[in-house]
């Protein structure tokens, strides 16, 4: 089921990124047995200022991230045989096409951007990454910052994160699934303020 895949897909992503609620009940303790790699990035560009280290971990997290989604879309796609279908005749180009593709463009560059340097970020050394004007390119890469998480903690941070993702999607899928079906299948008095309570639940931020 296509809901099945965007739920699971999507409550994994967020799952890798909380941050509220380690930052609020615990701050990573005791002895770091709470911190998750969202919160170890945040500690370390924030409060320690080592923005290319925090670089580096962000890379890996996106990486785990990435390769989970994969795995996960291509399971499902099978399962449920998802996909298909056959395109449709191409229209004509229009200005108002051209004008919109642009504007796409640009904007895709723009919200890119932060990635982009959060990538270049990671293979610089501290003063090469804080450096004013900024180097808009490693012209030295290194592999330092990498180096630096090659302690026994970094692997409890991404044990936190996988154990957090994992347990959070059962939970959302299992309650979401069971909601959904009263909600949709089954009428009863409230159900409607019921729905939009939860639609405007999701409005509020969670990180």
């Known amino acids: ?3 099945t895949l965007y739920i699971v897909v999507v409550t994994t992503i967020n799952s890798f990124q909380i941050f509220a609620l ?3 009940l615990t701050h990573g303790g005791p002895n770091y047995t709470t911190s998750t ?3 170890l990035v945040y500690q370390t560009a924030i409060s320690e200022g080592r923005f290319g280290v925090s670089s580096a971990m962000g890379i890996i997290l996106a990486i785990i991230i990435g390769i989970i989604s994969i795995l996960q879309f291509k399971f499902l796609s099978k399962r449920y045989r998802l996909g298909g279908g056959k395109m449709k005749n191409r229209k004509k180009i229009s200005v108002f096409s051209v004008i919109s593709m642009t504007i796409l463009i640009m ?3 723009f919200f ?3 990635f982009y340097w959060i990538a270049t970020g990671a293979f610089k050394i501290q003063e090469v990454a804080i450096s004013i004007p900024p180097e ?3 012209l030295k890469p290194t592999l330092e910052n990498f180096d630096k998480l090659l302690v ?11 154990a957090i993702a994992f347990s959070t999607t059962v939970l959302v899928c299992t309650t979401a699934s069971l909601a959904g079906y009263a909600l ?7 159900s409607g303020i019921i729905f939009i309570i939860f639609v405007a639940a999701m409005a509020l931020s969670k990180t």
Do not use: D
């Not at 026994?152 to 996988?162: D, E, I, Q």
């Not at 949709?184 to 409230?190: H, M, R």
């Open 1 to 3: 089921m296509p809901t």
């Open 22 to 24: 380690i930052q609020l």
């Open 37 to 39: 790699v969202m919160y």
């Open 107 to 109: 904007l895709t560059i």
């Open 112 to 114: 890119i951007f932060p």
């Open 136 to 138: 808009w390119f490693p």
């Open 152 to 162: 026994p903690l970094t692997l409890r941070w991404f044990f936190n994160s996988v």
């Open 184 to 190: 949709a299948k089954k009428k009863f008095p409230g």
